[in-house]
């Protein structure tokens, strides 16, 4: 049975039907009244498609504009869709803060919003504001599932990963450690948000009791062709998994899936001054903690010897820092620790 959208005061209208089958493509028409277009809306597109019963999951790329294989990806899956061989219904946003995706950039160049610190949202807000209001109270309560495709963006670098939160619902984290395994990437694992963070996409989805993957894939600003095609594999083996469509590839499952956890600040690697960062770890590495993470080199001064930041914790790298430049409070590193979770 599929649930229709609540009634909820946002200010953003569709033109889609959420209930009606079939394949529909439209828009979430964003108002946002500017000095080139005193009525205008801002068109982020919405794809809907739906057939028989089962359950309801939104597919979400275009969180962050700067992080490209996962658009491409679901880009490449709802072309592909054939509403007849669904069972149950998929909400496609794929470019879910478009002047973000257009501009190619982290943050709306409109209202300088970053999506995904941004819920709950705010329907008589900022455009990003909306946007994230409507997701979490008029989508996501449709939804048993959300899957939000991320890379690390321009500044950083990922390897093919998904992450969730850590809920406190174990039959949650149980169908989580499950999905995350359907999807297949080399490492997967469950993180304590810093602070309890709770203006991700995540916290949304954990508030409405929706199961939620953020999947971590590249980055760097630019597009890797076997990191798309992860992600595209991955997203079909996650929709097979939860009964939406009959079976996908499985030949690029790796042979073992590495499980992590995040726990806390330790898992991270800041930098603490303003050089050239000289990365002394790369992805993929095993590294222990008190181990040298990066050297940082200072053009200004160039005699001045080199200040070296040590990893706090023992793990995999998941993540680095990618441009060259670094400053005080820029993250270097993420580590995975190993977990303490039961493999599935
Ligand atoms: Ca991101």
Not at 82 to 92: A, H, W, Y
Not at 238 to 248: E, F, K, R, S, T
Request: charged share 20%; net charge neutral.
């Amino acid at each position: 049975m599929t649930v229709t959208a609540r009634i909820v005061a946002s200010r953003i209208s569709t033109n889609v039907d959420y209930d009606k089958p079939g394949l529909q493509c439209g828009f979430l028409r964003v108002p946002h009244s500017s000095h080139e277009s005193a009525y205008g809306w801002i068109p982020v597109p919405i794809c809907v498609a739906a057939n028989g019963s089962g359950p309801t999951v939104l597919l979400m790329a275009g969180n962050h504009g700067d992080e490209y294989e996962g658009q491409i990806a679901l880009m490449k899956i709802l072309r592909s869709f054939e509403p007849s061989e669904i069972r149950g219904r998929v909400i496609l946003l794929t470019a879910a803060n478009l002047p973000a995706v257009m501009a190619g950039r982290r943050v709306s160049p409109i209202d300088g919003g970053n999506l995904n610190r941004s819920f709950p949202g705010d329907p008589n807000g900022t455009p990003t504001e909306m946007i994230a209001h409507y997701i979490e109270n008029v989508l996501l309560p449709m939804c048993q599932y959300s899957f939000d495709l991320h890379s690390g963006g321009s500044s950083l670098e990922y390897v093919a990963s998904v992450h969730a939160r850590y809920g406190v619902d174990e039959r949650i984290r149980a169908d989580t450690l499950a999905a995350i395994t359907a999807f297949g990437a080399p490492y997967g694992g469950l993180f304590k948000p810093l602070e309890g963070e709770p203006r991700t996409m995540g916290a949304a989805a954990e508030r409405k009791n929706v199961l939620h993957l953020n999947i971590e894939i590249g980055g760097g600003g630019t597009v890797s062709r076997e990191l798309v095609t992860k992600a595209e594999n991955g997203v079909r083996r996650l929709l097979a998994h939860i009964g939406i469509i009959p079976g996908a590839p499985r030949d690029d499952m790796p042979k073992k899936i590495r499980y992590f956890a995040i726990e806390g600040a330790s898992n991270y690697v800041y930098c603490m001054d303003q050089g050239l960062f000289e990365p002394l770890a790369a992805l993929h590495q095993e590294v222990q903690a008190g181990q040298p993470a990066g050297a940082l080199h200072f053009p200004d001064t160039p005699w001045a010897r080199e200040t070296v930041v040590k990893f706090e914790c023992s793990g995999v790298v998941l993540c680095r820092r990618f441009p060259g430049w670094a400053r005080r409070g820029d993250c270097l590193y993420q580590i995975g620790s190993p977990s303490q979770y039961v493999a599935l």
